[in-house]
T-cell receptor, first 113, second 112 residues
Framework: KAGVTQTPRYLIKTRGQQVTLSCSPISGHRSVSWYQQTPGQGLQFLFEYFSETQRNKGNFPGRFSGRQFSNSRSEMNVSTLELGDSALYLC????????????FGPGTRLTVT | QKEVEQDPGPLSVPEGAIVSLNCTYSNSAFQYFMWYRQYSRKGPELLMYTYSSGNKEDGRFTAQVDKSSKYISLFIRDSQPSDSATYLC????????????FGKGITLSVRP
């Protein structure tokens, strides 16, 4: 069974731009969660989507948004990029809704200059 | 005080050593406890998953949860160079708005 895939793997953007990251979950998984990983703050929860609806949200500004499609694929968007948004963005999928038994993708490394 | 504290490391041990990794937490609502392993340039991989207090063993890995002390541990027996990675503890409560809270991670190096 194929794992979670994320595209692109690496991205360089300029302050003020926006970016869209994509995640394809494991086949049959309906829940997709997004996380931000930085050396200073570690892994932090952004949001979870289940059946195309956002079910839970972490403490991030409204510049961070997402959506999920009917095939469970998910996208995450960050608008008006700031230098502090440079991070590894990880997507995780699970069969059930919630943070249980999540399987992570390899991440997208975003660098904001 | 952070909700989850993990020894920052790094930790270096010789091959064959027993490794003990620990986390403490402050939120008594946490019920599920996980350990993830993350290799360089990869996403975290779920290693162990336990509910409430007790021990769970899987091969060379043993996870322990002591809810009375708010303390969890991961033991690695007969450590191998391939165990060299960053280990993250994570935990969550139950309920509709539950989310994983991670420790900062500790980098383990197993010397041949």
């Amino acid at each position: 069974k194929a794992g979670v895939t994320q595209t692109p793997r690496y991205l360089i953007k300029t302050r003020g731009q926006q970016v869209t990251l994509s995640c394809s979950p494991i086949s049959g998984h309906r829940s997709v969660s997004w996380y931000q990983q930085t050396p200073g703050q570690g892994l932090q929860f952004l949001f979870e989507y289940f059946s195309e609806t956002q079910r839970n949200k972490g403490n991030f500004p409204g510049r961070f948004s997402g959506r999920q499609f009917s095939n469970s694929r998910s996208e995450m968007n960050v608008s008006t990029l700031e230098l502090g948004d440079s991070a590894l963005y990880l997507c995780a999928s699970s069969y059930l809704r919630g943070p249980y038994e999540q399987y992570f993708g390899p991440g997208t490394r975003l660098t904001v200059t | 005080q952070k909700e989850v504290e993990q020894d920052p490391g790094p930790l270096s041990v010789p091959e064959g050593a027993i490794v003990s990794l620990n986390c403490t937490y402050s939120n008594s609502a946490f019920q599920y406890f996980m350990w993830y392993r993350q290799y360089s340039r990869k996403g975290p991989e779920l290693l162990m998953y336990t509910y409430s207090s007790g021990n769970k063993e899987d091969g060379r890995f043993t996870a322990q949860v002591d809810k009375s002390s708010k303390y969890i541990s991961l033991f690695i027996r007969d450590s191998q160079p391939s165990d060299s990675a960053t280990y993250l503890c994570a935990m969550t409560s139950t309920g509709a708005n539950s989310k994983l809270t991670f420790g900062k991670g500790i980098t383990l190096s197993v010397r041949p």
